[in-house]
């Protein structure tokens, strides 16, 4: 008897470590990622950035966000990847939402080309991503890496500390220039 009591508290033991073991350890552990490029330019200047996938798995279909700071870059455009078979690609506030198909472990999902407001620094573009699903189903985790554009200011201008200068045979000078905005980075 007390050996049959002993049976069923191990049997239910080892029931409910698999069940916990089920809802804590990840059930697929592919690898699954997501990146966005990154690009430079000056205020003013049209940049486009492209979101890719990367997957040890054939992924079908997900979810997938790029945010980004609307004070920094004002939205011109986007379009959808070489990937893509069908979903919803929209610009909405500060971010380009993706939700749809493909049946990839690689390529593009999307591009979007920005218009830079911010005269000089860096502007962070964040990714997110979930929903990713293969034939059978399966949610797979992601990983995702932003991108930055990084924004070079330009110079406006020149000066030299002499205006004129009148050289006789065998004599030298020195002519120094001053570049405009003393924070030009381009």
Not at 143 to 161: D, R
Request: hydrophobic share 35%.
């Amino acid at each position: 008897d007390r050996m049959k009591r002993m049976s069923k508290i191990m049997a239910g033991i080892t029931a409910f470590i698999i069940i916990i073991s089920m809802l804590v350890l990840p059930v697929n552990a592919a690898n699954v990622n997501y990146s966005v490029s990154s690009a430079s330019g000056s205020t003013g200047d049209k940049v486009t950035v492209t979101v890719k996938l990367s997957s040890s798995v054939q992924i079908w279909g997900a979810n997938v966000s790029l945010g980004y700071n609307s004070s920094e870059l004002q939205y011109v455009s986007h379009s959808q990847g070489g990937i893509v078979s069908g979903g919803s690609l929209v610009h909405k506030g500060s971010s380009v939402n993706f939700s749809g198909m493909y049946n990839a472990k690689s390529g593009t999902v999307f591009t979007v080309t920005f218009k830079i407001l911010k005269s000089s620094g860096t502007s962070k573009l964040t990714l997110t991503s979930s929903e990713n699903t293969d034939s059978n189903g399966t949610t797979h985790a992601c990983a995702t890496s932003g991108g930055t554009i990084t924004i070079s200011k330009p110079v406006t201008g020149i000066s030299l500390n002499k205006t004129s200068l009148t050289l006789k045979k065998g004599e030298t000078s020195t002519i120094s220039a001053t570049v405009s905005p003393s924070d030009a980075t381009n």
